[in-house]
């Protein structure tokens, strides 16, 4: 069998979360992401939780402490800040940028390019730089 370097975390990954059973690593579902999601310090901070059914893109970046619910879609190109929270069922649009200690409500849509420097509520659409809210 063939093992290449991504089998290989992927089972440290796996191990660490056995040995931390109250504070898993990462969902196990979410592993098959794990080439295009960067987990930042998340050794040496807190953990980021990523919920079920959420998916991630290529080219992903996702800080420390971040909370993102579930069956959230994060696409291509996407950044959030650390200690961020997301709520379940919101879209994150091509290349858009979520400062950090950002609370985004559940069911929101942010445009692509978009720039999240406050709150956005939930049920609401955001686009642009500074994302400005569109009805």
Known sequence: MKVNHYTLLSLVFLALSLLM???P???IKVLKFFNTLMIDKTFFSYFTEIGNGTQIDTLVQIAH???IGKNCTITGGTQIGGSSVIGNDVWFSPCSNINNNIQIGDKSFIGIGSVVIRNVPKNSKVF????????
């Open 21 to 23: 059973k109250s504070t």
């Open 25 to 27: 690593l990462l969902d």
């Open 65 to 67: 402490n971040v909370k």
């Open 128 to 135: 642009g730089n500074p994302a400005r809210k569109i009805d």
